[in-house]
């Protein structure tokens, strides 16, 4: 079917269908575990998920805005497919990205219409709390100010937060 195709592509698909609302999961899959059954379940070789992912992305929006899409990579191949089903907001609905690494965060500065400042993942598959400081945010904040560009003023940003403490102070 073509929602598995779309599958293939990104290693997401459809997440929620309502009304005339449609969600998709853009998200590369952070964690170990879930890495490797992204590419066990797709036959995603190690280092092209994103590449993939950005692929991917490309692809849907193209397919929310133009009538006719023909694409080719090596993992896929369309022919002008034509998508009956366009979202109500135009271009598109927002897309949001999130992530914890240069690469990612660099890639939702230049395409993403919301940046999410996640935790980055460690290679054993946990998390990495040093990477919500301060200092850490700031870094990141940098990385999407030079990758954005011009586009920096249109941009919405998300943060994770992991815990939050209510004090009296």
């Given at each position: 079917?073509?929602?598995?195709?779309?599958?293939?592509?990104?290693?997401?698909?459809?997440n929620?269908?309502?009304?005339?609302?449609?969600?998709?999961?853009?998200?590369?899959l952070?964690?170990?575990?879930a890495?490797n059954?992204?590419?066990?379940?797709?036959?995603?070789?190690?280092?092209?998920?994103?590449?993939r992912?950005?692929?991917?992305?490309?692809?849907?929006?193209?397919?929310?805005?133009?009538?006719?899409?023909?694409?080719?990579?090596?993992?896929?191949r369309?022919d002008?497919?034509?998508?009956?089903?366009?979202?109500?907001?135009?271009?598109?609905?927002?897309?949001?990205?999130?992530?914890?690494?240069?690469?990612?965060?660099?890639?939702?500065?230049r395409?993403?219409?919301?940046?999410s400042?996640?935790?980055?993942?460690?290679?054993?598959?946990?998390?990495?709390?040093?990477?919500v400081?301060?200092?850490?945010?700031?870094?990141?904040?940098?990385?999407?100010?030079q990758?954005?560009?011009e586009?920096?003023?249109?941009?919405?940003?998300?943060?994770l937060?992991?815990?939050?403490?209510?004090?009296?102070?």
């Open positions: 079917s073509f929602g598995r195709r779309l599958q293939n592509v990104q290693g997401s698909g459809v929620h269908t309502f009304g005339d609302v449609y969600g998709f999961n853009f998200q590369p952070a964690r170990q575990r890495r059954q992204n590419r066990a379940s797709f036959g995603v070789p190690k280092g092209q998920r994103v590449r992912f950005e692929d991917g992305l490309s692809l849907v929006k193209r397919l929310w805005t133009e009538d006719s899409v023909s694409f080719e990579s090596d993992y896929c369309l002008k497919v034509r998508l009956n089903i366009r979202p109500v907001q135009q271009p598109h609905p927002p897309i949001l990205i999130g992530g914890g690494s240069r690469r990612i965060l660099s890639l939702a500065a395409q993403a219409d919301i940046v400042f996640n935790m980055r993942s460690t290679p054993q598959g946990g998390m990495d709390p040093t990477s400081t301060l200092q850490a945010t700031q870094e990141k904040g940098e990385w999407v100010c990758a954005a560009g586009r920096l003023p249109d941009l919405e940003f998300s943060i937060v992991p815990s939050a403490s209510i004090t009296s102070d």
